[in-house]
Protein backbone atom coordinates (compact mmCIF):
# COMPACT_ATOMS: atom_id res chain seq x y z
CA UNK A 1 0.00 0.00 0.00
CA UNK A 2 2.76 2.29 0.83
CA UNK A 3 3.39 2.06 -3.30
CA UNK A 4 -0.10 4.70 -3.76
CA UNK A 5 1.27 7.31 -1.46
CA UNK A 6 3.49 9.06 -4.33
CA UNK A 7 1.77 7.49 -7.57
CA UNK A 8 -2.06 8.77 -6.52
CA UNK A 9 -0.16 11.91 -5.02
CA UNK A 10 1.07 11.99 -8.78
CA UNK A 11 -2.27 11.84 -10.66
CA UNK A 12 -1.57 8.04 -12.04
CA UNK A 13 -4.04 5.40 -12.36
CA UNK A 14 -3.27 2.69 -9.66
CA UNK A 15 -5.04 -0.65 -9.75
CA UNK A 16 -4.15 -3.00 -6.47
CA UNK A 17 -4.90 -6.59 -7.34
CA UNK A 18 -5.83 -8.61 -3.92
CA UNK A 19 -6.42 -12.07 -3.22
CA UNK A 20 -7.37 -12.49 -0.08
CA UNK A 21 -7.32 -10.01 2.54
CA UNK A 22 -6.40 -6.07 2.06
CA UNK A 23 -3.51 -5.68 4.68
CA UNK A 24 -1.74 -8.96 4.21
CA UNK A 25 -0.08 -11.03 6.36
CA UNK A 26 0.78 -8.46 9.32
CA UNK A 27 -2.65 -7.20 9.85
CA UNK A 28 -4.75 -9.94 9.22
CA UNK A 29 -2.93 -13.31 9.75
CA UNK A 30 0.48 -12.07 11.36
CA UNK A 31 1.71 -9.32 13.56
CA UNK A 32 -1.31 -7.71 15.26
CA UNK A 33 -3.42 -10.71 16.08
CA UNK A 34 0.05 -12.32 17.75
CA UNK A 35 0.06 -9.16 19.89
CA UNK A 36 -3.31 -10.13 21.25
CA UNK A 37 -1.61 -13.47 22.56
CA UNK A 38 1.47 -12.65 23.31
CA UNK A 39 0.12 -9.63 25.49
CA UNK A 40 -1.95 -12.30 27.83
CA UNK A 41 1.47 -14.12 28.39
CA UNK A 42 2.35 -10.85 29.51
CA UNK A 43 0.03 -10.23 31.78
CA UNK A 44 0.16 -14.34 32.72
CA UNK A 45 3.97 -13.81 33.26
CA UNK A 46 3.32 -10.19 35.42
CA UNK A 47 0.90 -12.36 37.82
CA UNK A 48 2.85 -15.08 38.09
CA UNK A 49 5.71 -12.48 39.59
CA UNK A 50 3.59 -11.26 41.55
CA UNK A 51 4.79 -12.54 44.48
CA UNK A 52 8.21 -10.97 43.99
CA UNK A 53 6.27 -7.45 45.04
CA UNK A 54 4.84 -8.99 48.39
CA UNK A 55 1.54 -9.90 46.05
CA UNK A 56 -0.42 -12.88 46.92
CA UNK A 57 -2.52 -14.15 44.26
CA UNK A 58 -4.38 -17.46 43.15
CA UNK A 59 -2.98 -18.85 39.81
CA UNK A 60 -4.66 -17.74 36.89
CA UNK A 61 -6.83 -19.41 34.35
CA UNK A 62 -6.74 -18.48 30.90
CA UNK A 63 -9.70 -18.73 28.69
CA UNK A 64 -8.46 -19.59 25.23
CA UNK A 65 -11.34 -19.75 23.57
CA UNK A 66 -12.09 -16.31 24.82
CA UNK A 67 -9.01 -14.89 23.90
CA UNK A 68 -9.01 -15.87 20.09
CA UNK A 69 -12.51 -14.21 19.91
CA UNK A 70 -10.79 -11.03 21.68
CA UNK A 71 -8.28 -11.32 18.89
CA UNK A 72 -10.56 -12.15 16.25
CA UNK A 73 -12.78 -8.91 17.12
CA UNK A 74 -9.58 -6.44 17.28
CA UNK A 75 -8.62 -7.47 13.56
CA UNK A 76 -12.13 -7.97 12.24
CA UNK A 77 -12.37 -4.42 10.77
CA UNK A 78 -9.00 -3.98 9.46
CA UNK A 79 -9.67 -4.94 5.41
CA UNK A 80 -12.55 -2.95 5.34
CA UNK A 81 -10.78 0.09 6.95
CA UNK A 82 -8.28 -0.41 4.24
CA UNK A 83 -10.62 -0.66 1.76
CA UNK A 84 -12.13 2.48 2.42
CA UNK A 85 -8.75 3.82 2.13
CA UNK A 86 -7.96 3.42 -1.02
CA UNK A 87 -11.15 4.08 -2.13
CA UNK A 88 -10.49 7.34 -0.54
CA UNK A 89 -7.00 7.49 -2.53
CA UNK A 90 -8.61 6.50 -5.57
CA UNK A 91 -7.18 2.98 -5.86
CA UNK A 92 -9.07 0.15 -7.82
CA UNK A 93 -9.26 -2.49 -5.51
CA UNK A 94 -9.24 -5.76 -7.98
CA UNK A 95 -10.20 -9.22 -6.26
CA UNK A 96 -8.53 -12.47 -7.51
CA UNK A 97 -5.05 -14.17 -8.67
CA UNK A 98 -3.15 -12.25 -11.17
CA UNK A 99 -0.71 -13.99 -13.11
CA UNK A 100 1.71 -12.38 -15.80
CA UNK A 101 0.50 -12.93 -19.74
CA UNK A 102 3.26 -10.60 -20.80
CA UNK A 103 5.95 -8.18 -19.67
CA UNK A 104 3.68 -5.25 -19.16
CA UNK A 105 0.18 -7.12 -18.29
CA UNK A 106 -0.98 -9.12 -16.25
CA UNK A 107 -4.89 -11.19 -15.89
CA UNK A 108 -7.16 -11.82 -12.98
CA UNK A 109 -9.98 -14.51 -14.14
CA UNK A 110 -11.37 -13.11 -17.38
CA UNK A 111 -10.11 -9.88 -17.16
CA UNK A 112 -6.23 -8.84 -18.71
CA UNK A 113 -4.45 -5.36 -17.55
CA UNK A 114 -1.90 -3.18 -18.83
CA UNK A 115 0.19 -1.43 -17.35
CA UNK A 116 3.64 1.15 -17.50
CA UNK A 117 4.77 -0.55 -14.45
CA UNK A 118 3.50 -3.59 -12.35
CA UNK A 119 4.92 -3.99 -8.54
CA UNK A 120 4.87 -7.85 -7.01
CA UNK A 121 4.13 -7.10 -3.43
CA UNK A 122 2.73 -10.24 -2.81
CA UNK A 123 4.09 -11.06 0.37
CA UNK A 124 4.87 -14.88 1.43
CA UNK A 125 4.06 -18.12 2.66
CA UNK A 126 5.16 -20.71 4.83
CA UNK A 127 8.41 -22.22 3.54
CA UNK A 128 7.03 -25.84 2.71
CA UNK A 129 8.93 -29.00 4.27
CA UNK A 130 9.75 -31.98 1.89
CA UNK A 131 9.08 -34.56 4.60
CA UNK A 132 7.40 -37.27 5.38
CA UNK A 133 4.10 -36.35 7.04
CA UNK A 134 3.95 -33.08 5.75
CA UNK A 135 0.02 -33.03 5.29
CA UNK A 136 -0.01 -32.89 9.32
CA UNK A 137 1.73 -30.03 10.04
CA UNK A 138 -0.53 -26.62 10.49
CA UNK A 139 1.28 -23.21 10.69
CA UNK A 140 1.12 -20.16 12.59
CA UNK A 141 -2.24 -18.82 10.67
CA UNK A 142 -3.63 -22.16 12.28
CA UNK A 143 -2.61 -21.48 16.24
CA UNK A 144 -4.07 -17.74 15.62
CA UNK A 145 -7.53 -19.31 14.53
CA UNK A 146 -7.91 -22.82 16.76
CA UNK A 147 -10.10 -21.81 19.74
CA UNK A 148 -8.97 -25.33 21.71
CA UNK A 149 -5.85 -24.95 23.08
CA UNK A 150 -3.57 -28.26 22.54
CA UNK A 151 -2.13 -30.25 25.23
CA UNK A 152 1.67 -30.52 23.44
CA UNK A 153 2.74 -28.63 20.71
CA UNK A 154 5.88 -29.17 18.22
CA UNK A 155 7.29 -26.47 16.80
CA UNK A 156 9.66 -27.23 13.60
CA UNK A 157 12.09 -24.65 13.23
CA UNK A 158 13.71 -22.11 16.00
CA UNK A 159 12.62 -18.94 14.82
CA UNK A 160 11.16 -16.06 16.30
CA UNK A 161 7.45 -16.78 15.23
CA UNK A 162 8.06 -20.17 17.00
CA UNK A 163 9.55 -18.79 20.28
CA UNK A 164 6.96 -16.20 20.59
CA UNK A 165 3.77 -18.43 20.25
CA UNK A 166 5.53 -20.73 21.76
CA UNK A 167 6.47 -18.87 25.29
CA UNK A 168 2.35 -17.66 24.83
CA UNK A 169 1.12 -21.49 24.66
CA UNK A 170 3.91 -22.75 27.68
CA UNK A 171 2.38 -19.68 29.80
CA UNK A 172 -0.64 -21.13 28.88
CA UNK A 173 0.36 -24.75 30.49
CA UNK A 174 1.10 -26.45 27.17
CA UNK A 175 3.92 -28.66 26.59
CA UNK A 176 5.94 -27.23 23.76
CA UNK A 177 9.23 -28.50 22.02
CA UNK A 178 10.85 -26.63 19.63
CA UNK A 179 13.34 -28.55 16.88
CA UNK A 180 15.89 -26.77 15.02
CA UNK A 181 18.54 -28.24 12.32
CA UNK A 182 21.03 -25.68 12.76
CA UNK A 183 22.94 -25.10 15.92
CA UNK A 184 22.00 -22.08 16.81
CA UNK A 185 18.71 -20.77 17.48
CA UNK A 186 17.21 -17.51 16.07
CA UNK A 187 19.66 -17.41 13.42
CA UNK A 188 21.18 -13.82 12.85
CA UNK A 189 20.25 -12.79 16.43
CA UNK A 190 23.22 -11.96 18.95
CA UNK A 191 24.35 -15.42 20.57
CA UNK A 192 23.97 -13.66 24.15
CA UNK A 193 20.91 -12.80 23.60
CA UNK A 194 19.73 -16.05 22.54
CA UNK A 195 21.52 -17.65 25.54
CA UNK A 196 19.32 -15.55 27.57
CA UNK A 197 16.20 -16.46 25.59
CA UNK A 198 16.79 -20.77 25.62
CA UNK A 199 17.13 -20.15 29.48
CA UNK A 200 13.68 -18.50 30.01
CA UNK A 201 12.48 -20.96 27.50
CA UNK A 202 13.92 -23.57 29.27
CA UNK A 203 12.54 -22.38 32.70
CA UNK A 204 9.35 -22.22 31.03
CA UNK A 205 9.61 -26.29 30.36
CA UNK A 206 9.95 -25.83 26.83
CA UNK A 207 12.22 -29.14 25.32
CA UNK A 208 14.72 -27.32 22.88
CA UNK A 209 16.70 -29.62 20.31
CA UNK A 210 18.97 -28.22 18.31
CA UNK A 211 20.92 -29.84 15.28
CA UNK A 212 17.51 -31.98 15.50
CA UNK A 213 16.50 -33.18 11.26
CA UNK A 214 13.24 -34.29 10.96
CA UNK A 215 12.66 -37.96 9.73
CA UNK A 216 9.10 -37.95 9.72
CA UNK A 217 5.28 -36.45 11.04
CA UNK A 218 3.01 -39.45 11.82
CA UNK A 219 -0.94 -40.34 13.23
CA UNK A 220 -0.59 -42.07 16.84
CA UNK A 221 -2.78 -42.88 19.15
CA UNK A 222 -4.75 -39.99 17.86
CA UNK A 223 -2.46 -37.56 18.70
CA UNK A 224 1.45 -37.00 15.53
CA UNK A 225 4.66 -38.55 16.55
CA UNK A 226 7.37 -36.11 15.16
CA UNK A 227 10.86 -38.28 14.26
CA UNK A 228 13.74 -36.75 14.33
CA UNK A 229 17.16 -37.07 15.06
CA UNK A 230 20.12 -35.84 16.71
CA UNK A 231 23.76 -36.73 17.09
CA UNK A 232 23.43 -40.11 15.40
CA UNK A 233 20.33 -40.89 17.53
CA UNK A 234 16.45 -41.20 16.87
CA UNK A 235 14.12 -39.62 18.66
CA UNK A 236 10.60 -39.09 18.64
CA UNK A 237 8.20 -36.64 21.10
CA UNK A 238 3.93 -36.45 20.44
CA UNK A 239 2.10 -33.51 20.22
CA UNK A 240 -1.61 -32.48 19.74
CA UNK A 241 -0.17 -29.90 16.60
CA UNK A 242 2.99 -30.06 14.89
CA UNK A 243 3.63 -26.08 13.38
CA UNK A 244 5.31 -25.17 10.76
CA UNK A 245 7.90 -22.22 11.82
CA UNK A 246 11.05 -23.03 9.17
CA UNK A 247 10.76 -19.95 7.68
CA UNK A 248 8.89 -17.80 5.22
CA UNK A 249 9.26 -17.72 0.55
CA UNK A 250 8.22 -15.29 -1.28
CA UNK A 251 4.64 -16.06 -2.60
CA UNK A 252 5.13 -15.70 -6.40
CA UNK A 253 4.52 -19.68 -7.42
CA UNK A 254 1.29 -18.86 -9.31
CA UNK A 255 2.44 -15.06 -10.69
CA UNK A 256 3.98 -17.17 -13.99
CA UNK A 257 6.86 -14.73 -13.95
CA UNK A 258 8.34 -15.99 -17.06
CA UNK A 259 5.47 -14.77 -19.00
CA UNK A 260 6.57 -11.56 -17.73
CA UNK A 261 10.04 -11.97 -18.75
CA UNK A 262 11.65 -11.85 -14.98
CA UNK A 263 14.25 -13.44 -14.07
CA UNK A 264 14.62 -15.61 -10.74
CA UNK A 265 15.88 -18.46 -9.26
CA UNK A 266 13.73 -20.44 -7.33
CA UNK A 267 11.36 -17.91 -6.60
CA UNK A 268 13.76 -15.12 -6.20
CA UNK A 269 13.57 -12.85 -8.20
CA UNK A 270 16.78 -10.87 -9.38
CA UNK A 271 16.29 -6.93 -8.92
CA UNK A 272 18.63 -4.06 -8.97
CA UNK A 273 19.31 -1.27 -6.58
CA UNK A 274 15.83 0.69 -7.27
CA UNK A 275 13.87 -2.51 -6.38
CA UNK A 276 13.21 -3.39 -10.26
CA UNK A 277 13.33 -6.59 -12.20
CA UNK A 278 16.65 -6.91 -13.54
CA UNK A 279 15.59 -8.76 -16.71
CA UNK A 280 11.96 -6.32 -17.00
CA UNK A 281 12.95 -2.73 -15.86
CA UNK A 282 9.03 -2.04 -15.94
CA UNK A 283 8.32 -4.50 -12.76
CA UNK A 284 9.35 -3.50 -8.99
CA UNK A 285 9.29 -5.86 -5.73
CA UNK A 286 9.03 -4.69 -2.46
CA UNK A 287 7.95 -6.03 0.84
CA UNK A 288 8.37 -9.72 1.40
CA UNK A 289 7.97 -10.52 -2.01
CA UNK A 290 12.06 -9.87 -1.69
CA UNK A 291 13.93 -12.61 -0.55
CA UNK A 292 16.21 -10.94 0.55
CA UNK A 293 15.25 -8.01 2.48
CA UNK A 294 13.81 -8.24 6.25
CA UNK A 295 10.59 -9.84 6.69
CA UNK A 296 9.04 -6.74 8.55
CA UNK A 297 6.09 -5.25 7.58
CA UNK A 298 7.43 -1.49 8.36
CA UNK A 299 10.23 -2.47 5.98
CA UNK A 300 7.98 -3.48 3.71
CA UNK A 301 5.80 -0.43 3.68
CA UNK A 302 9.29 1.56 3.31
CA UNK A 303 9.92 0.00 0.11
CA UNK A 304 6.65 0.20 -1.02
CA UNK A 305 7.18 3.96 -0.84
CA UNK A 306 10.34 3.65 -2.29
CA UNK A 307 8.71 1.58 -5.39
CA UNK A 308 6.67 4.56 -5.48
CA UNK A 309 8.43 7.42 -6.27
CA UNK A 310 10.68 5.39 -8.21
CA UNK A 311 7.55 5.00 -10.27
CA UNK A 312 6.83 8.84 -10.38
CA UNK A 313 10.09 10.17 -10.82
CA UNK A 314 12.39 7.52 -12.69
CA UNK A 315 14.96 5.38 -11.00
CA UNK A 316 16.34 7.89 -8.80
CA UNK A 317 15.94 6.40 -5.08
CA UNK A 318 17.17 3.33 -3.39
CA UNK A 319 16.49 2.11 -0.12
CA UNK A 320 18.92 2.16 2.93
CA UNK A 321 18.57 -0.29 5.64
CA UNK A 322 21.41 1.40 7.94
CA UNK A 323 19.22 2.28 10.80
CA UNK A 324 18.24 -1.55 11.24
CA UNK A 325 19.89 -3.44 14.13
CA UNK A 326 22.19 -6.26 12.39
CA UNK A 327 24.41 -8.91 13.37
CA UNK A 328 27.93 -7.57 12.86
CA UNK A 329 30.56 -10.23 11.84
CA UNK A 330 33.72 -11.13 14.07
CA UNK A 331 35.24 -8.41 11.90
CA UNK A 332 32.62 -5.55 12.86
CA UNK A 333 31.47 -5.03 9.86
CA UNK A 334 27.88 -5.61 9.04
CA UNK A 335 26.64 -8.39 6.99
CA UNK A 336 24.94 -8.43 4.19
CA UNK A 337 25.42 -4.32 4.17
CA UNK A 338 23.48 -3.03 1.22
CA UNK A 339 26.54 -0.65 0.28
CA UNK A 340 28.85 -3.47 -0.61
CA UNK A 341 27.88 -6.02 -3.37
CA UNK A 342 28.66 -9.43 -2.69
CA UNK A 343 30.42 -12.09 -5.70
CA UNK A 344 28.51 -10.70 -9.05
CA UNK A 345 25.87 -8.08 -9.39
CA UNK A 346 23.84 -6.09 -6.96
CA UNK A 347 24.25 -6.45 -2.91
CA UNK A 348 20.48 -7.60 -3.09
CA UNK A 349 21.77 -10.85 -4.37
CA UNK A 350 23.84 -11.73 -1.07
CA UNK A 351 22.46 -14.61 1.33
CA UNK A 352 19.26 -13.09 3.31
CA UNK A 353 19.41 -12.38 6.77
CA UNK A 354 17.10 -11.92 9.52
CA UNK A 355 17.45 -8.49 11.30
CA UNK A 356 15.30 -7.56 14.42
CA UNK A 357 15.92 -5.47 17.66
CA UNK A 358 15.78 -7.10 21.17
CA UNK A 359 14.87 -5.78 24.19
CA UNK A 360 15.45 -8.19 27.07
CA UNK A 361 13.78 -7.70 30.66
CA UNK A 362 16.25 -7.49 33.36
CA UNK A 363 14.83 -10.47 35.53
CA UNK A 364 14.32 -12.36 31.91
CA UNK A 365 16.36 -14.68 33.35
CA UNK A 366 15.91 -16.50 37.07
CA UNK A 367 17.91 -19.80 36.86
CA UNK A 368 16.40 -22.29 34.41
CA UNK A 369 15.99 -26.37 34.20
CA UNK A 370 16.67 -28.38 31.62
CA UNK A 371 13.70 -30.58 29.95
CA UNK A 372 14.25 -34.39 29.37
CA UNK A 373 12.89 -36.00 25.86
CA UNK A 374 12.76 -39.50 25.57
CA UNK A 375 15.15 -40.87 22.95
CA UNK A 376 15.05 -44.05 21.34
Known amino acids: ?32 PK ?10 DEIARADTRAIKIEPPRLDWRALIEREKDIIRDIPSRLSGLM ?13 FVASNAVRVGA ?32 VLNDPVLPRAVVFIGGGVVAFELGHVYA ?7 VLEALPQLL ?41 FAKDGVECSVDADRAVNCAGRVANVEGLDLGAGVIVHREGRIEIDEHLRSRSNPDVYVCGDAMWNS ?83
Not at 125 to 137: A, D, Q, T, V
Not at 346 to 355: E, I, L, N
Open 35 to 44: KVLVAAAHAL
Open 111 to 142: RELEARNIVIATGSKPRPLSIPGSEFLTTSDD
Open 171 to 177: RAGVQVT
Open 294 to 376: PQLSPVATYEGGIVGRNIVDGPRHRPDYGSLALKHSGRGKRRNDRSQGEGTGSAHQGPRQRHARLVLSQDLCRGGRMVEDNCR
Open 1 to 32: MGVTVATRTAGLSVAMIEARDLGGTCPNRGCT
Open 187 to 227: GGFDEDAVAQIRAESERLAIGIHTKAWIKKIEAADGRLRVS
Open 87 to 99: AKRGVDVIWGEAA
